[in-house]
């Protein structure tokens, strides 16, 4: 036996486990799985379902990956979960894969996932996403590369976080969140996720534009669609195109401020327009 896998661990015979993947005490592998190499599975794991786990994965105690999903609709299709390279999984998180025939839930490379996340079914997880401890994702969510969701925050079903975007631990999003920005509460904008986007590699110069184009779309007096449209009328650099685009395609529309600023951080409550604003 491979002196990586704990002899208590329970492995289906035609479950594929990398020579190089650690498997700990009394985790379980089923038929249809398959564990790339370096992968380390703690105790008590449940890997189950057809479900692909790339390299280098770290997978701690009491996870329950692949399980079938918790979708009345579901009705023991043949449906998947991918995982890529590298990812931390800590302790007692659950993903499940699809709901429809040949659907899959899919998780990028480099996310990390606190303990007591649950990730449901066809989610689809981008690169180096953090969510935080007790975080709820409904099925359907989409979360673009770099996004933080914060602790015990719950997304509703087919909901977008856009990329860069910051979500304040025990929100409660029903509305897609619109890149680079900070949403709190009840899909409250409070501006750009300014210290995130300071520590990635997006030029000073860039973050200035974004605030002015966020200004503009939530500031400015105009609906979303005048906005967006004199925000058009210029050369857009990648990241507010990226946000227009994305507000763009947007079906369950998107979260605006509660309150706005008028002068050197002064606020003031917004009138009743600005609560119906649309695209």
Known sequence: MNSLIHPTAVIHHEAEVHETAMVGPYSVIDEGVRVGAGCRIGPHCHLT???????????????????????????????????????????????????????????????????HCHVGHNCLL????????????????????????????????????????????????????????????????????????KRSDISLEHRSKLKAAYATLFHGGLNLSQGMKQLRENELIYEVNHLLDFIQKSKRGIGFPRKKPTDLGEQIETSPLDEKRHF
């Open 49 to 115: 379902g057809n479900m692909t786990i790339g390299e280098e994965n770290d997978i701690h105690a009491g996870c329950v990956l692949g399980d079938a999903p918790q979708d009345l609709s579901y009705k023991n299709a043949q449906t998947f979960l991918v995982i890529g390279n590298r990812n931390r999984i800590r302790e007692h998180v659950t993903i499940h894969r699809g709901t429809a025939e040949g659907s899959e839930t899919r998780i990028g490379d480099h996310n990390f996932l606190m303990a």
């Open 126 to 197: 981008g690169n180096h996403v953090i969510l935080a401890n007790a975080v709820l994702l409904g099925g359907h969510v989409e979360i673009e590369d770099f996004a933080f969701v914060g602790g015990g925050a719950v997304v509703h079903q087919h909901c977008r976080i856009g990329t860069r975007s910051m979500i304040r631990g025990l929100s409660r999003i029903s509305k897609d969140v619109a890149p680079y920005c900070m949403t709190v509460e009840n899909n409250e904008l409070v501006g750009l996720n300014s210290v995130g986007l």
